[in-house]
């Protein structure tokens, strides 16, 4: 079982900036992808943005740019450095990640989200 713990969420005006981190732990093996997704209220979950062990990131088109994740591969650390943050970035913010077993069965576990709110 992996466990997800977020942090770093919270108020801030528009053009301000935060960094999110999610740890990961337990059963972590082979872990592949981690990112970040997010959801606003009356809309589905989005994905924000991911990064590979290889450190192929990819980025929802509207924060290229403003967006940056980075990952710690030797203690399953994941983080989210948020730019010139605007009101339509407000949202629960989440944390995913995925990977396999040795047996070759996938896996993928999700935090409990962390609130962004961005004020005009």
């Known amino acids: 079982q992996v466990q997800l713990v977020e942090s770093g969420g919270g108020l801030v005006q528009a053009g301000g900036s935060l960094t999110l981190s999610c740890a990961a732990s337990?059963?972590?093996?082979?872990?592949?992808?981690m990112g970040w997704y997010r959801q606003a209220p009356g809309k589905q979950r989005e994905l924000v943005a991911s990064?590979?062990?290889?450190?192929?990131?990819d980025y929802l088109d509207t924060v290229k740019g403003r967006f940056t994740i980075s990952r710690d591969n030797a203690r399953n650390l994941v983080y989210l450095q948020m730019n010139s943050l605007k009101p339509e970035d407000t949202a629960v913010y989440y944390c995913?990640?995925?990977?396999?077993?040795?047996?070759?069965?996938?896996?993928?576990?999700w935090g409990q989200g962390t609130q962004v709110t961005v004020s005009s």
């Open positions: 995913h990640v995925s990977g396999h077993f040795p047996w070759g069965s996938s896996y993928q576990a």
């Open positions: 337990g059963n972590i093996v082979n872990l592949k992808s």
């Open positions: 990064i590979t062990g290889g450190s192929i990131t």
